[in-house]
Nanobody
């Protein structure tokens, strides 16, 4: 298994930027596809972004496309989410998640496919 710990959340004004990090334990980080999800008060958890094992493929929700960038540094066992042009609607608890890739196939946009989750980090965007 892999253990995940998010950091970097906080309070920021609309239009500002934040960079979230997700530190993974162990030596098997490179065997997992990774994703970011978020959950706002009173709403269901939603997909934000996903990245393949080596970082060659990325996927984004329409709501964040062009503003957020997902990346990973496998040598440092760390996943990142660079968030620019933040909007109040981005306010949520952000979670990183890991999906073990077997046989080369994975599905990045559904939370049901991720077995390991971090504790979450709060992002608040003021108007």
């Amino acid at each position: 298994q892999v253990q995940l710990v998010e950091s970097g959340g906080g309070l920021v004004q609309a239009g500002g930027s934040l960079r979230l990090s997700c530190a993974a334990s162990g030596r098997t980080f490179g065997s997992y596809a990774m994703g970011w999800f978020r959950q706002a008060p009173g709403k269901e958890r939603e997909f934000v972004a996903a990245i393949s094992l080596s970082g060659g493929s990325t996927y984004y929700a329409d709501s964040v496309k062009g503003r957020f960038t997902i990346s990973r540094d496998n040598a440092k066992n760390t996943l990142y989410l660079q968030m620019n042009s933040l909007k109040p609607e981005d306010t949520a608890v952000y979670y990183c998640a890991a999906q073990e890739v077997l046989g080369g196939s994975w599905y990045g946009t559904s939370g049901l496919n991720y077995a390991y989750w971090g504790q979450g980090t709060q992002v608040t965007v003021s108007s």
